[in-house]
């Protein structure tokens, strides 16, 4: 039976340190599908490892405390993984914040070497405890099928404990310290009492308090928390600013300024755009698909406060970050939805006359938000003469996404401009009613809003042409941005 434990609770511990470890990479490069990727890779690599040392060690050391002792080890470097993590992830993303694509993509394996190498021994268990239970080769197939099943079972238990509670229970810090406790336990009990010292060591960790996931760069952290979708901090700067980060921090998600609900940013051309259809009053209705911690939908209660607005956001947390440190306010015209976009959009019966799209995962725009399909479905939930406008974000002079978006959004509506607000973000409108700059400058909007409205106004040209129209069959959203940092940094090393 401690075999079979031992089993279990390595099966456990190597699947959810798994999850757990995307969890260490996300506040620093986010949560796309290539860190996934990586993560998987480097995963399935130390276990391949793992099974072809454990079966070496196995015929020459079949013996129980050898095995032991190689958990033991195992789970002491888990332990350490989310302590040891930060200096290199830091130096990762500096790397990043230099576009240095070669710095950043070594760094990054680097760290998930951390984990590769106390999984690599973890990986030893399942071949070795099968060298040892077996008394005869007639029951080799029984025994190494009973033990692999229940180290399956208990990967699936870690996978759903990790991902399902303990991440946003108890923190990523001691999520690892759980997954490494268990197995260490275990072992501990097939040894000496000495041994039993590792397993006390990594529970009296648990009573080290988390730090701040990373540095803030002078600027003060009001709150960070790790929700069920990703890392989210509040930071302060100097100036009294705060910021919303989500994630790897590379952009900014949310702005609150104690003085103003204007930013200087793209949020701002939100509130002069719509007007572009000529309809001369803002939008009675709109839906934010993506709405963070409510810069948007803060500027709208000031300055048209009789519009509704649907703020979406998959994330419940951010709204609460919002009405705590943006000053994002309930009211009867603010209808909060934690929903993804799509589905919302699907399901709701509304129609708008405006529909703002802003869904990051930085520097990711969810692909099944830029498809000719989710396009359709805009179209359909607006009323006659509505619009939507996407904040499409891309790294400097690169304008292949954008480029594939104007062309979708064109595949479905008659008209498309664009507003190249920032060197790093674009705003794309489209509408089946003409849209102009003349509607914007001329639009009778409030007295501090009359700058911003010519600036938009001054702006506004074509869309971006030659881009491939993009389906929810085929929308390399992620292959895009990656060369598009790709070549910006080759760019930049000339």
Same mark, same amino acid.
């Given at each position: 039976?401690?075999?079979?434990?031992?089993?279990?609770?390595?099966?456990?511990? *190597?699947?959810?340190?798994?999850?757990?470890?995307?969890?260490?990479?996300?506040?620093?490069?986010?949560?796309?599908?290539?860190?996934?990727?990586?993560?998987?890779?480097? &995963?399935?690599?130390?276990?391949?490892?793992?099974?072809?040392?454990?079966?070496?060690?196995?015929?020459?050391?079949?013996?129980?405390?050898?095995?032991? =002792?190689?958990?033991?080890?195992?789970?002491?470097?888990?332990?350490?993984?989310?302590?040891?993590?930060?200096?290199?992830?830091?130096?990762?993303?500096?790397?990043? !914040?230099?576009?240095?694509?070669?710095?950043?993509?070594?760094?990054?394996?680097?760290?998930?070497?951390?984990?590769?190498?106390?999984? +690599?021994?973890?990986?030893? %268990?399942?071949?070795?405890?099968?060298?040892?239970? +077996?008394?005869?080769?007639?029951?080799? #197939?029984?025994?190494?099928?009973?033990? $692999?099943?229940?180290? /399956?079972?208990?990967?699936?238990?870690?996978?759903?404990?990790?991902?399902?509670?303990?991440?946003?229970?108890?923190?990523?810090?001691?999520?690892?310290?759980?997954?490494?406790?268990?197995?260490?336990?275990?072992?501990?009990?097939?040894?000496?009492?000495?041994?039993?010292?590792?397993?006390?060591?990594?529970?009296?960790?648990?009573?080290?308090?988390?730090?701040?996931?990373?540095?803030? !760069?002078?600027?003060? %952290?009001? $709150?960070?928390?790790?929700?069920?979708?990703?890392?989210?901090?509040?930071?302060?700067?100097? !100036?009294?600013?705060?910021?919303?980060?989500?994630?790897?921090?590379?952009?900014?998600?949310?702005?609150?300024?104690?003085? =103003?609900?204007? /930013? #200087?940013?793209?949020?701002?051309?939100? +509130?002069?755009?719509?007007?572009?259809? #000529?309809?001369?009053?803002?939008?009675?209705?709109?839906?934010?698909?993506?709405?963070?911690?409510? *810069? %948007?939908?803060?500027?709208?209660?000031?300055?048209?406060?009789?519009?509704?607005?649907?703020?979406?956001?998959?994330?419940?947390?951010?709204?609460?970050?919002?009405?705590?440190?943006?000053?994002?306010?309930?009211?009867?015209?603010?209808?909060?939805? /934690?929903?993804?976009?799509?589905?919302?959009?699907?399901?709701?019966?509304?129609?708008?006359?405006?529909?703002?799209?802003?869904?990051?995962?930085?520097?990711?725009?969810?692909?099944?938000?830029?498809?000719?399909?989710?396009?359709?479905?805009?179209? !359909?939930?607006?009323?006659?003469?509505?619009?939507?406008?996407?904040?499409?974000?891309?790294?400097?002079?690169?304008?292949?996404?954008?480029?594939?978006?104007?062309?979708?959004?064109?595949?479905?509506?008659?008209?498309?401009?664009?507003?190249?607000?920032?060197?790093?973000?674009?705003?794309?409108?489209?509408?089946? /009613?003409?849209?102009?700059?003349?509607?914007?400058?001329?639009?009778? &909007?409030?007295?501090?809003?009359?700058? +911003?409205?010519?600036?938009?106004? #001054?702006?506004?040209?074509?869309?971006?042409?030659?881009?491939? %129209?993009? =389906?929810?069959?085929?929308?390399?959203?992620?292959?895009?941005?990656?060369?598009?940092?790709?070549?910006?940094?080759?760019?930049?090393?000339?």
């Amino acid at each position: 039976m401690p075999l079979e434990a031992l089993v279990f609770t390595v099966g456990l511990s *190597t699947l959810g340190a798994e999850i757990a470890a995307t969890r260490l990479l996300a506040p620093f490069f986010g949560t796309s599908t290539v860190i996934w990727a990586n993560t998987i890779a480097v &995963v399935l690599l130390a276990l391949a490892a793992g099974y072809k040392l454990g079966g070496m060690l196995g015929d020459r050391r079949p013996s129980m405390a050898a095995l032991c =002792t190689t958990v033991l080890v195992g789970s002491a470097l888990l332990a350490v993984t989310p302590f040891i993590a930060h200096p290199f992830l830091s130096l990762s993303v500096s790397a990043f !914040d230099e576009v240095s694509v070669g710095a950043f993509a070594a760094s990054l394996f680097g760290t998930l070497v951390l984990v590769a190498v106390p999984l +690599l021994l973890l990986g030893t %268990v399942s071949p070795w405890a099968t060298r040892i239970a +077996l008394s005869s080769v007639e029951e080799a #197939g029984a025994v190494s099928g009973r033990l $692999y099943a229940i180290s /399956t079972v208990g990967s699936l238990i870690g996978v759903f404990f990790v991902a399902l509670w303990a991440i946003e229970a108890i923190g990523s810090q001691r999520t690892f310290l759980v997954l490494a406790v268990l197995p260490a336990a275990v072992a501990a009990a097939g040894l000496s009492a000495r041994a039993a010292l590792v397993p006390i060591a990594l529970v009296a960790a648990f009573f080290i308090p988390p730090g701040a996931t990373k540095s803030a !760069d002078g600027a003060r %952290v009001l $709150y960070e928390t790790e929700t069920p979708y990703q890392y989210a901090r509040v930071v302060q700067q100097e !100036d009294g600013d705060r910021l919303l980060e989500l994630n790897e921090g590379q952009a900014i998600h949310s702005l609150w300024r104690a003085d =103003t609900v204007l /930013t #200087g940013g793209y949020w701002d051309g939100f +509130l002069t755009m719509p007007f572009a259809t #000529g309809s001369g009053r803002p939008p009675a209705r709109i839906a934010a698909l993506g709405t963070a911690a409510g *810069t %948007v939908p803060r500027a709208y209660s000031k300055y048209y406060p009789e519009t509704v607005i649907d703020a979406v956001d998959i994330d419940p947390e951010l709204f609460k970050i919002g009405h705590r440190y943006f000053g994002l306010q309930a009211r009867p015209q603010l209808r909060e939805h /934690t929903q993804d976009a799509r589905p919302f959009l699907r399901q709701t019966n509304e129609r708008y006359d405006a529909i703002f799209v802003d869904a990051y995962r930085q520097p990711y725009i969810p692909f099944y938000l830029t498809t000719k399909e989710f396009f359709e479905l805009v179209q !359909d939930r607006l009323n006659p003469g509505g619009s939507v406008i996407v904040n499409i974000g891309h790294p400097n002079d690169s304008p292949a996404l954008e480029q594939a978006m104007s062309a979708t959004m064109g595949a479905v509506f008659k008209h498309v401009v664009r507003d190249p607000i920032r060197s790093q973000n674009s705003l794309v409108m489209a509408s089946d /009613t003409p849209l102009s700059a003349s509607a914007i400058a001329s639009a009778s &909007v409030p007295s501090d809003l009359q700058t +911003l409205a010519q600036d938009n106004a #001054g702006r506004l040209e074509p869309p971006l042409r030659g881009g491939n %129209v993009f =389906t929810d069959d085929r929308a390399p959203v992620e292959w895009l941005i990656d060369a598009s940092i790709v070549s910006y940094a080759a760019e930049e090393t000339r």
